[in-house]
Nanobody
């Protein structure tokens, strides 16, 4: 299993970013996918999940209405659109496939003025 996250960077509060996670080494279209984040000094937390066919999603309360998870099974890629970003969204963001223990290298999102 290989997961490669990208799209992070420095953004001002209120700004937007779109994260991507390119997956390989397993049957992507059969696996639910999730985005996690880990802020410095904190535990890794689940941010959002999406079912294998893309119809059902879950969001942690702090990002509801601001973040949108989506996937393209033809491209083996899962996305996280992040709008109205806040300083507390600053973290390294990781994607993960349900049923597999593997993590990617993550992508750093920094929200600061």
């Amino acid at each position: 299993v290989q997961l490669v996250e990208s799209g992070g960077g420095l953004v001002q509060p209120g700004g937007s970013l779109r994260l991507s996670c390119a997956a390989s080494g397993f049957t992507f279209s059969s696996s639910a996918m999730s985005w996690y984040r880990q802020a410095q000094g904190s535990e890794r937390e689940l941010v959002a999940s999406i079912a294998s066919a893309g119809g059902r999603t879950y969001y942690v309360g702090s990002v509801k209405g601001r973040f949108t998870i989506s996937r393209d099974n033809a491209k083996n890629t899962v996305y996280l659109q992040m709008n109205s970003l806040k300083p507390e969204d600053t973290a390294v963001y990781y994607c993960k496939a349900q049923g597999y223990p593997d993590w990617g290298q993550g992508t750093l999102v920094t929200v600061s003025s």
